[in-house]
């Protein structure tokens, strides 16, 4: 691999700012790569749209990175990986790497009782994409999935709340109706009587304090921001990609909506930086999505 290949970004986006979860824990595993992020925020969210359309901004949205030079590219959404990862694979020449299958090999790992909660949007939900990526590791284990879509807008709105240099939204775990709405969805799962529970959604580990309270210490949580990291350190080490220390690294942000100033303020709170925000205009997505690298 040549030094400018190694040196090149890798791409990193999601429907919002939940992703941006999944790039503190990449930089935190490789501090001396480049990434560019591109948040969709003028198509957020992506859990209730069709998988068909999702799937096209998938194609869509790799093809831009692609065209901007990155080395790998990272679906740091759920609903878009269960959507478009196995297309958008087949459609370029990079590796692309989702957050379903790593977190699902921690919970593999993790579970002791062999009873997995998945809670994620509608979309990752309906397509079943995390108990068939655990069945595939262990067709033996139990799991019980549950959509819980109002975790995503308390998880939103906690980040105005948050303090600087921390990824927890620890405000809202105290309000009485964020309280309320963990409890009804969290309740089944406690009676199923599973002992791991996967953040199915980028935005959840925000929340991660609201949901610990109610599950209680016996339940484990998985987080697939850093299970992705560590297999994107593996891939890269193994290509012999790995950035060399020294060279300029750092973060481009990028947004399709007019949210700038969010992104901003976000990301000085979960990565401790400001990084450059651009505004990018996307094609309109065809039926199938946008053309290949």
């Known amino acids: 691999m040549s030094i400018i290949d190694q040196a090149a970004p890798i791409g990193v986006f999601d429907s919002g700012l939940g992703g941006l979860t999944v790039l503190q824990a990449l930089r935190e595993r490789l501090p001396h790569e480049r990434f560019v992020f591109l948040g969709d925020s003028a198509r957020c969210p992506y859990g209730p749209r069709e998988p068909k359309e999702v799937k096209a901004f998938v194609l869509q949205i790799c093809s831009h990175l692609a065209r901007r030079g990155c080395k790998m590219i990272i679906i740091a959404c759920n609903t878009a990986t269960a959507a478009g990862l196995p297309a958008a694979q087949q459609a370029f020449d990079i590796p692309i790497v989702g ?25 990752t939900v309906q397509q079943g994409v995390y108990g068939e990526a655990i069945h595939h590791l262990d067709a033996g284990i139990k799991v019980i999935q549950k959509a819980t879509p109002e975790f995503v807008s308390i998880a939103e709105s906690g980040f105005e709340e948050m303090d600087e240099g921390t990824t927890q939204a620890a405000p809202f775990s105290l309000k009485e109706e964020c309280q309320r709405v963990a409890q009804g969805y969290l309740a089944p799962l406690r009676a199923e009587g599973i002992d791991t529970l996967v953040l199915g959604c980028t935005h ?60 901003t303020r976000v990301a000085q709170k979960v990565l401790g930086i400001t990084p450059p925000i651009t505004k990018v205009m996307l094609d309109e997505v065809r039926e199938e999505g946008e053309g290949t690298s």
């Open 99 to 123: 957050v379903v299958m790593p977190g699902a090999r921690a919970a593999v790992h993790m579970t002791r009782n062999r009873r997995v909660g998945v809670i994620a949007t509608e979309g």
């Open 204 to 263: 959840y580990p925000l929340i991660q304090e609201l949901i610990s309270q109610e599950m209680g210490p016996s339940v484990t949580l998985v987080s697939s921001a850093e299970e992705t990291a560590r297999e994107v350190r593996a891939i890269l080490s193994r290509r012999d990609e790995l950035r060399s220390p020294g060279e300029d690294d750092g973060v481009e942000v990028l947004i399709t909506g007019d949210d700038a100033t969010k992104f």
